[in-house]
T-cell receptor, first 113, second 117 residues
């Protein structure tokens, strides 16, 4: 039973660069969530996919952020023109359906210099 | 909007003792779910226990149990016979019921639990 995987685990980039993260959910989980967690805080919701459709986006998701889930399988989260304030852990979670439990990946830690 | 509050930034417990972590939440919904997640240092978040709001019986998972007080909007986690491996950040989380909020989780600020040998 493979869990949720995320790649890369760590990313260091310079301000202004673009970065892309990948999340592979548990197979057959049709719901996928992205969260952002800053140091010492709880995760905050960013966006939600049901299959390939992006159904909800937080106001935290500025226009520099874009997420996709082609074919309803893996998902990518891209941040354009990164800023130091984007430094955080980006978590992905998947869920088979409602009402069920979300299973989290290990996260991608982004550091913007 | 729903909010989740964990008023204890840090807690500590002696190995084999019992500790209780507090959580309160605010919602106008009657159907919802509550969770406790554990996040060990540099490791991924895992589910500890979940509670459906429509169930009056408090959830229990081995050494972990909750005290769910719906009227008071309180959801505390009790860890019995604490073990060194219980040391982690613990998050309380809320999820709306069917047809609301697409199942996203709202988290509290977290409580760091230290277990002393």
């Amino acid at each position: 039973d493979t869990g949720v995987s995320q790649d890369p685990r760590h990313k260091i980039t310079k301000r202004g660069q673009n970065v892309t993260f990948r999340c592979d959910p548990i197979s057959e989980h049709n719901r996928l969530y992205w969260y952002r967690q800053t140091l010492g805080q709880g995760p905050e919701f960013l966006t939600y996919f049901q299959n390939e459709a992006q159904l909800e986006k937080s106001r935290l998701l500025s226009d520099r952020f874009s997420a996709e889930r082609p074919k309803g399988s893996f998902s990518t989260l891209e941040i354009q023109r990164t800023e130091q304030g984007d430094s955080a852990m980006y978590l992905c979670a998947s869920m088979p359906g409602a009402p069920d439990t979300q299973y989290f990946g290990p996260g991608t830690r982004l550091t913007v210099l | 909007a729903q909010t989740v509050t964990q008023s204890q930034p840090e807690m500590s417990v002696q190995e084999a003792e019992t500790v209780t972590l507090s959580c309160t939440y605010d919602t106008s919904e009657s159907d919802y779910y509550l969770f406790w997640y554990k996040q060990p240092p540099s490791r991924q978040m895992i589910l500890v226990i979940r509670q459906e709001a429509y169930k009056q019986q408090n959830a229990t998972e081995n050494r972990f149990s909750v005290n769910f007080q719906k009227a008071a909007k309180s959801f505390s986690l009790k860890i019995s016979d604490s073990q060194l491996g219980d040391a982690a950040m613990y998050f309380c989380a809320y999820k709306g019921g069917r047809g609301t909020s697409y199942g996203k989780l709202t988290f509290g600020q977290g409580t760091i639990l230290t277990v002393h040998p």
